[in-house]
């Protein structure tokens, strides 16, 4: 399966964007989903991830970050609010896929730029 994100882009201070992950085929299947990010330099690091139903936020997002998936559209989504300078980052999706001898195949999109900054 491929990964397209999109939706990133420039956004003032305190404003909002929302990124989505469109898959070429069926989400189905896959288990945990999540979005990343990376600043040059450093790590990339977990934002957010949706597993067996629930979601997880690093402590940076939490409250201003949702994730969400349709499964009926192939696609994982991130509602970012109140967003701040910090948050600066290209984003990735991710969509891991476990086979039943717990072998697993990660997948990752190729990443959308959000810029925060006035």
């Known amino acids: 399966v491929q990964l397209q994100a999109s939706g990133g882009g420039l956004v003032q201070p305190g404003g909002s964007l929302r990124l989505s992950c469109v898959a070429s085929?069926?989400?189905?299947?896959?288990?945990?989903m999540g979005w990343y990010r990376q600043v040059p330099g450093k790590q990339r690091e977990l934002v957010a991830s949706?597993?067996?139903?629930?979601?997880r936020y690093a402590d940076s997002v939490k409250g201003r970050f949702t994730i969400s998936r349709d499964n009926a559209k192939n696609s994982l989504y991130l509602q970012m609010n109140s967003l701040k300078p910090e948050d600066t980052a290209v984003y990735y999706c991710?969509?891991?896929?476990?086979?039943?001898?717990?072998?697993?195949?990660?997948?990752w999109g190729q990443g959308t730029q959000v810029t925060v900054s006035s």
């Open positions: 991710k969509a891991v896929r476990y086979l039943v001898d717990r072998t697993h195949y990660d997948y």
């Open positions: 085929g069926s989400i189905v299947g896959f288990d945990p």
């Open positions: 949706i597993i067996s139903g629930g979601t």
